[in-house]
């Protein structure tokens, strides 16, 4: 018996011995790949995952793409989601916030400047395109706000985001990421004239990591590593932009990015 223990010892130091199989997670992001999803590839491709056992591959996003729908799809799974993910939990939805990457939500309404338009209060009756998530949240909110209902709008549906409809004009106004857009346009010499929800006292968080309400209580373990270890990609591409905007040019001809 004695023999027995030594040799099962022996084997357990063994530096032979296979280590655990790292844990597969797959995060959808709510877009294409870009800077504003950066932190996460800078925690793969420094190996900050594979540190605390992850083995994480990273999915593009997609207009059809909702974070709670993907979260239900099975274990392990975590996506970036918006101001309207927020409104899924409060009707129900079992998801939970690990931690928001935005103190400020980027997200506007633009309008041409010949439209006359300054305020949300004077979009009613005005052809807006939005899409079917960003009619909720904050544009939502500020429209309300501003004594608008989203009904007195005219809602064109665009979730491919086509910013040549406000450049011909048959659009008002669009929703926008701040961050965008307004370059875009200055590129394409169109006049334009910015709307935010915080002129108005809307200031909502972004971009939350989310994950389902089973893998929180089932995995707590494994939770606590995926958000340590893209705390540390995030610091890292706010301390090397370059370095960040290397790997996103690198990998941007792939829908998923995953390091091997």
Not at 53 to 76: C, M, N, W, Y
Request: net charge negative; aromatic share 10%.
């Amino acid at each position: 018996m004695r023999v027995f223990f030594i040799c099962l010892l022996g084997l357990l130091m063994s530096p032979f011995v296979a280590k655990s199989a790292p844990i597969h997670i797959q995060l959808q992001l709510k877009w294409k790949h870009q800077f504003q999803f950066a932190g996460y590839y800078m925690a793969l491709e420094k190996g900050y995952y594979r540190d605390v056992g992850l083995d994480v591959e990273i999915l593009e996003g997609e207009p059809s793409e909702h974070a709670t729908k993907f979260l239900k799809q099975g274990r392990h799974r975590y996506a970036v989601g918006e101001t309207s993910d927020m409104l899924a939990y409060v009707k129900g939805e079992k998801i939970r916030i690990l931690m928001a990457l935005y103190q400020h939500s980027p997200k506007v309404v633009i309008v041409r400047e010949d439209s006359g338009i300054r305020h949300f209060s004077e979009l009613s009756g005005h052809r807006l395109m939005l899409s079917e998530g960003l009619k909720y949240g904050e544009i939502r909110a500020a429209l309300e706000a501003s004594g608008v209902h989203v009904d007195d709008v005219t809602v064109e549906q665009n979730d491919a985001y086509v910013i040549e409809s406000l450049q011909r004009g048959t659009v008002d106004g669009m929703s926008a990421y701040l961050s965008n857009e307004p370059y875009t346009l200055d590129q394409m010499g169109v006049p334009y004239r910015i709307l935010h929800p915080r002129d108005i006292g809307i200031d909502f968080y972004d971009d939350f990591l989310l994950t389902s309400e089973d893998e929180v209580v089932l995995y707590p373990q494994t939770v606590r590593a995926f958000v340590k270890a893209t705390k540390k990609g995030w610091r890292d591409a706010m301390l090397q932009p370059e370095q960040a905007i290397a790997l996103i040019q690198k990998n941007t001809i792939h829908s998923t990015y995953r390091m091997i």
